[in-house]
């Protein structure tokens, strides 16, 4: 590595999740904080987590439910139908 050009290569990088070191590495900087590292993130945890942001799932379901896809109505129609259930 020449002094000049390339950064600081400091082979005891500690990585910190919710305030604790976690893990060493070696980085170009001394310490990182992180928020989501493979000791918490639910692919690696095997943890599945449901998360619906403002009614979406419940809207695609009703949206979808009923004969939608049995033909008889346009698209246009369905969804005035479902707009006009949920304001009944």
Known sequence: MK????PTWYPECKIF???QVVM???ATV???HVE???GSHPFYTGQKTFVDTAGRVER????????YFK???GKAE???QAATETNK
């Open 36 to 38: 989501v590292w493979s």
């Open 78 to 80: 369905a969804e005035t």
């Open 17 to 19: 999740y919710r305030g």
């Open 24 to 26: 060493t590495t070696g």
């Open 30 to 32: 001394p310490e990182m």
């Open 71 to 73: 033909g008889g109505k």
């Open 60 to 67: 695609f379901q009703r949206k979808f439910a009923g004969g």
């Open 3 to 6: 002094d000049k050009i390339d």
